[in-house]
């Protein structure tokens, strides 16, 4: 588990979305690289660490057992929110208990626990949350720090 900050603290996850969707539009060279910087430069060390873990398309933690089709069935059956109220610490708390779910019904729970958090999702950050637990947001942005 990484070191979280207070969740009243913690950077809007709509910063990481914006950014990500900023990025993906750019050619490849130094235009990602600077909007990846001025996404970095305005975190704390915590939101920064998930940060650049979340755009280099690694969770920084172990496997949170949640493939693509359980992430599917969360998307399909969630209704997005119509504001922005979830922060990094929101998104790294629902990975770390979806991470922690095993044995009979597990599958069951982690859709609930993943319901829940897209259910506080606009619908630009569901699909980034969804990206971000298969794998598919990587932007280079270690190279960035």
């Known amino acids: 588990m990484m070191s979280r900050p207070s969740e ?3 950077a809007p996850l709509q910063d990481l979305v914006g950014t990500w969707m900023g990025v ?7 235009a990602k690289r600077d909007r990846l910087a001025a996404l970095f430069a305005r975190l704390d060390t915590s939101d920064l660490l998930l940060a650049a873990h979340y755009l280099s ?3 920084g933690r172990g496997a949170v057992n949640a493939g ?6 969360a998307l399909r059956s969630s209704t997005a929110a119509t504001a922005s109220s979830l922060r990094l610490v929101d ?12 044995g ?15 259910g506080s999702a606009t619908a630009a950050e569901g699909e980034v949350i ?15 720090l």
């Open 8 to 10: 009243s603290a913690s």
């Open 24 to 30: 993906c539009v750019l050619p490849k060279g130094n």
């Open 57 to 59: 398309g690694d969770l």
């Open 68 to 73: 693509w089709a359980l992430v599917e069935e």
């Open 91 to 102: 998104l790294d708390a629902a990975l770390e208990e979806i991470g922690g779910i095993t």
């Open 104 to 118: 009979p019904g597990s599958v069951g729970a982690r859709v609930a626990v993943l319901h829940k958090l897209l």
């Open 130 to 144: 969804g990206a971000v637990m298969v794998g598919g947001l990587g932007q280079g942005a270690l190279a960035s």
